[in-house]
């Protein structure tokens, strides 16, 4: 064992330094609000982060509470001690027309294209396509440096990155092993020529040691499995797994003794009545009982919860974990969440 392995660490630390953050997990679990609270770390004293949408759901702009935002890199939160996050919806009709302008200056004809239907048409037939060019706006991004004009051929640079990072609200666990694999989705499409080399490059900056997958899970059964079977087919195509982030956490509301006899059978239902009596309460029985299941169900969830965090640390991964916030999640919110971040150790 080396010597770096037992020094302690901060957990989030080793992982989340990476220049691609793609963030997964089940439905509703979090994603976009993890994604942008990761990209408000990353971007924390300084640094400039790159937030990008993919699924074309405007999940983003509901977040922030602002109308549907367009193709276009946007300026749009500041993160603790002055750095700033860029915020991006990609869908992949633009993201086709700006790459046919890329490489091959053809916007007008693409803007054709686009009035006859035919880039809806591509992109509808041949989702292979859709996923590389959604990705491949993502590592465009990635390999974009400071002062040159965007272009298809990346001269070696000297120049710094124009994006320090950049977080990938991405799509849920179901999909994303397909949705990364863009090589083997295009591998039908196209053997060789232009959209075949995309496809090379935008599979070497997701295979390479800077790219991460963080899968979001909440303390629930179906949303940990999901996590697990990602991480096993993500790693099966030699992409790199980050950190799992453990959302919605809640404190238990008994102490230890409190949980286990709680769990094991409930409150002492004579004691809590009487004591309902006591206080002149009406119906304390009937109270009581009402009482003593809602105790019973806390306690067996937090059991639950206990057995779902059990299995999650067990995948290896190092475990974040971000509060379930009363209210939703607003900019304050976000804030906070990505404070939460930071203190677990997130930092670019
Ligand atoms: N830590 C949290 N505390 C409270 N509410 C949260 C938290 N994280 C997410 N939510 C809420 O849960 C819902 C789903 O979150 P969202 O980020 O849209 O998930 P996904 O992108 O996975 O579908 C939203 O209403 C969001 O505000
Ligand atoms: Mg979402």
């Known amino acids: 064992m080396s010597e770096g392995e037992h020094r302690p660490q901060p957990p989030g630390g080793a992982s989340t330094k990476a220049r691609l ?21 990353l971007a924390s004293g300084g640094g400039r982060v790159l937030l990008v949408e993919v699924e074309g759901r405007q999940g983003l702009a509901t977040l922030l509470g602002v109308p549907p935002l367009p193709y276009e890199e946007r300026e749009m939160i500041s993160a603790p001690g002055g750095g700033t996050v860029c915020v991006l919806a990609a869908d992949a009709e633009s993201a086709l027309l700006e790459y046919l302008e890329m490489f091959y200056g ?13 880039v809806d048409f591509a992109t509808t037939i041949a989702p292979g396509l859709r996923d590389v060019l959604l990705t491949g706006k993502a590592t465009e991004a990635v390999r974009r440096r400071r002062g040159a004009r965007r272009r298809a051929s990346d001269a070696p640079s000297t120049e710094p990155f124009h994006y320090d990072a950049v977080v990938m609200d991405a799509p849920p666990t179901g999909r994303i092993a397909q949705f990364l694999n863009v090589n083997s989705e295009v591998a039908g499409l196209a053997r060789a020529g232009p959209i075949r080399n995309h496809a090379d490059r935008v599979m070497e900056v997701i295979r390479s040691g800077g790219t991460r997958v963080h899968f979001v899970s909440v303390l629930e059964e179906m949303p940990a499995q999901e996590t697990r079977d990602g991480i ?11 950190v799992v982030l453990v959302n919605m956490v809640r404190p238990p509301l008994l102490d230890e003794p409190g949980l286990v006899a709680a769990a094991d059978g409930g409150p002492d239902l004579h004691a809590l009545s009487a004591g309902l009596k006591e206080a002149g309460l009406d119906d304390p029985e009937e109270l009581a009982a009402a009482l003593a299941g809602e105790v019973r169900a806390h306690a067996l969830r937090v059991r639950l919860e206990r057995r779902v965090r059990i299995g999650l640390e067990d995948l290896g991964r190092p475990l974040l974990e971000l509060p379930l916030l009363e209210g939703g999640v607003d900019r304050a919110a976000l804030d906070l969440l990505a404070r939460r971040l930071i203190d677990q150790g997130v930092r670019r």
């Not at 096993?232 to 980050?242: D, F, H, Y």
């Open 106 to 118: 053809m916007r007008r004809a693409g803007q054709a294209l686009n009035r006859l239907g035919a």
């Open 21 to 41: 953050h793609i963030v997964t997990g089940k439905g509703g679990t979090g994603k976009t609000t993890v994604a942008a609270a990761l990209a408000q770390a």
């Open 232 to 242: 096993a087919e993500i790693s099966a195509l030699g992409i790199r797994v980050g």
